[in-house]
């Protein structure tokens, strides 16, 4: 059963199946920002922890299938 749209806004700030990867990208934006940084300013100065943060989502497994 499918919760809500896999948007970038949803991937980026709300999936609970990535919460250990984006709890990393937050930790380092909130140093410098308030969360939730809006996208524009997250990947502009916080490139290469949003890039690692990207890498490490497993997308296959993000897909809900309804015969899996």
Same mark, same amino acid.
């Given at each position: 059963?499918?919760?809500?749209? $896999?948007?970038?806004?949803?991937?980026?700030?709300?999936?609970?199946?990535?919460?250990?990867?984006?709890?990393?990208?937050?930790?380092?934006?909130?140093?410098?920002?308030?969360?939730?940084?809006?996208?524009?300013?997250?990947?502009?100065?916080?490139?290469?922890?949003?890039?690692?943060?990207?890498?490490?989502? $497993?997308?296959?497994?993000?897909?809900?299938?309804?015969?899996?």
């Amino acid at each position: 059963m499918r919760k809500g749209n $896999q948007t970038t806004d949803h991937i980026t700030y709300a999936c609970e199946r990535l919460t250990k990867e984006r709890d990393r990208l937050r930790k380092t934006a909130i140093r410098t920002n308030k969360w939730p940084i809006n996208k524009r300013d997250l990947i502009r100065r916080h490139y290469k922890e949003f890039t690692n943060f990207i890498n490490e989502i $497993q997308f296959d497994k993000l897909t809900l299938w309804p015969w899996s």
